[in-house]
């Protein structure tokens, strides 16, 4: 399975991106997807999560009411979209497959993890 993360880049505070991830190799509809990000200096942490279906969600209260997870199961893509952003979310957001769906928010629950993309929030 490879995930494959792109998007990221440099904005404005206020600002807005969308990331993607786009899975292959593996059985895209049937992961709980994830999104982490990992701030220089600092642990890794989780930022968003999504069932197969797309119908539950799960948020950091960080980011709650700011960015939004969805995901195309017939492209085999998970998306981010960060809006409102600020300069503390400034980080590699790494998007992650969970196989066995258990929902969890803590990384060592995923399996597969993507290479990254470098999001940088400027004041």
């Known amino acids: 399975v490879q995930l494959q993360a792109s998007g990221g880049g440099l904005v404005q505070a206020g600002g807005s991106l969308r990331l993607s991830c786009v899975v292959s190799?593996?059985?895209?509809?049937?992961?709980?997807m994830g999104w982490f990000r990992q701030a220089p200096g600092k642990e890794r942490e989780f930022v968003a999560a999504i069932d197969w279906r797309g119908g539950s969600t799960k948020y950091a209260d960080s980011v709650k009411g700011r960015f939004t997870i969805s995901r195309d199961n017939s492209k085999n893509t998970v998306y981010l979209q960060m809006n409102s952003l600020k300069p503390e979310d400034t980080a590699v957001y790494y998007c992650?497959?969970?196989?066995?769906?258990?929902?969890?928010?803590?990384?060592?629950?995923?399996?597969?993890w993507g290479q990254g993309t470098l999001v940088t929030v400027s004041s």
């Open positions: 992650a497959a969970d196989v066995a769906g258990l929902g969890d928010v803590t990384k060592e629950a995923y399996d597969y």
């Open positions: 190799g593996g059985t895209f509809r049937l992961y709980y």
